[in-house]
């Protein structure tokens, strides 16, 4: 079984999901906040791989939602120049092991880590939360 590194939205439903997959399979987490770690363009950028660059933001995050950044209209640096402003336009959750990294919980490694999926069962990806958009982890805090 594999140690893997799962980078997370504090209080995100489909994280928790994600983790209790991992967690089932066997594995050991170690899990980090997305929002706080002290991210670099170069660590960064070796989460996403050879994925088109739209494909590297959080499509339930609130700029992408509303219109303010378009993932379809920006290149590589201008993306992580972003994301390193605002880490929820990350998709999450970034995986590490010591077989790769990835961005989402539909590629490599994270496939190889869960083995055949139930065709029955709930979906891993996107964002399961009731409230559109997710409420904001600081302000969560705050109340």
Known sequence: MAIVTFYEKPGCGTNARQKLALANAGHTLEVRSLLTEPWTAERLRGFFGDTP???WFNPAAPKVKSGAVDPSAVDAEAAIALMLAEPLLIRRPLVET?????????????????????????P????????????????????
């Open 53 to 55: 660059v739209a494909a």
């Open 98 to 122: 010591e077989n790769g990294r990835c961005a989402g919980f539909d590629r490599e490694p994270v496939l190889s880590l869960l083995g055949p999926s139930d065709p029955g069962a709930r």
């Open 124 to 143: 891993l990806e996107g964002c399961s939360s009731p409230l559109a958009p997710c409420p904001d982890p600081a302000e969560r805090k705050a109340s």
